[in-house]
């Protein structure tokens, strides 16, 4: 709830309603965005077997987010993506340590306080 709040500080430039943009959007063809059909279904088995992963994670005994880290690894693998431009994320906001950093301090927080106190 926290970061959802503090989205709107972060990124209150990029929030603003332009007419313009809408009508850019209205104007694509998404048609034209599929460029490759292929890569399109094996990328939606990947996310439907992390769905499943997900709704059978009490059967398989396997943590959530353990089958949505290798969703990802399984994604990058099919997609034969670039990882450097993957993980290059901070590029897109020039908050984006500020934002891995808060994350990180508030789970050693959470596990200090539950396992350690």
């Not at 990947?46 to 398989?60: C, E, M, N, S, Y």
């Not at 450097?84 to 340590?97: P, Q």
Request: positive net charge.
């Amino acid at each position: 709830m926290v970061f959802v709040l503090f989205t709107r500080v972060l990124f209150r430039k990029a929030l603003r309603f332009d007419p313009r943009n809408i009508a850019a959007v209205m104007a694509l063809q998404e048609r034209r965005a599929i460029t490759d059909p292929w890569l399109l279904a094996r990328c939606m088995g990947v996310l439907f077997g992390v769905i499943a992963g997900f709704g059978l994670h009490t059967v398989v005994h396997v943590e959530p987010s353990i089958i949505a880290l290798v969703g990802a690894g399984v994604m990058l693998l099919v997609s034969g993506a670039d990882v450097t431009d993957v993980l290059s994320f901070w590029r897109f906001t020039k908050y984006g340590i500020v934002v891995t950093a808060l994350s990180t301090l508030m789970a050693w927080v959470y596990v200090w306080l539950r396992y350690f106190n």
